[in-house]
């Protein structure tokens, strides 16, 4: 099975982290994304969920996780991969202002 992404392009989303602007345990929500965010921790994930791969350092990482991933586009897209992509849903100004007013009231801003 090959991945072949269409012509017309697809979409892309993210999966996000954040500490709640109340967190009774904010140290141990912070020692986990730090732990996530660890290059040879995030390669050892991405090895065994598939998903896209934030994390600067873990395609090196994975060298040692496993080789036959490295060069996974669906782990680590390239360029002109992700230059094909877009969000899934468009917003207008008002829901868009809105969403980002709940994000910073959950975070804390």
């Not at 934030?54 to 230059?83: C, H, R, W, Y």
Request: proline share 6%.
């Amino acid at each position: 099975i090959k991945f072949v992404a269409p012509e017309e392009g697809l979409s892309i989303f993210s999966d996000n982290m954040i500490v709640p602007n109340k967190a009774e345990h904010k140290a141990n929500a912070e020692a986990w994304m730090d732990f996530y965010y660890d290059p040879q921790n995030a390669a050892e994930l991405a090895a065994w969920v598939n998903y896209i791969c934030p994390v600067q350092g873990a395609q090196e990482a994975m060298e040692k996780v496993d080789p036959s991933l490295v060069d996974n586009v669906l782990i680590f897209p390239t360029d002109d991969l992700l230059a094909n992509t877009y969000s899934l849903m468009a917003l207008d100004a008002d829901t868009e202002q809105d969403y980002q007013r709940q994000f910073a009231t959950v975070a804390g801003a």
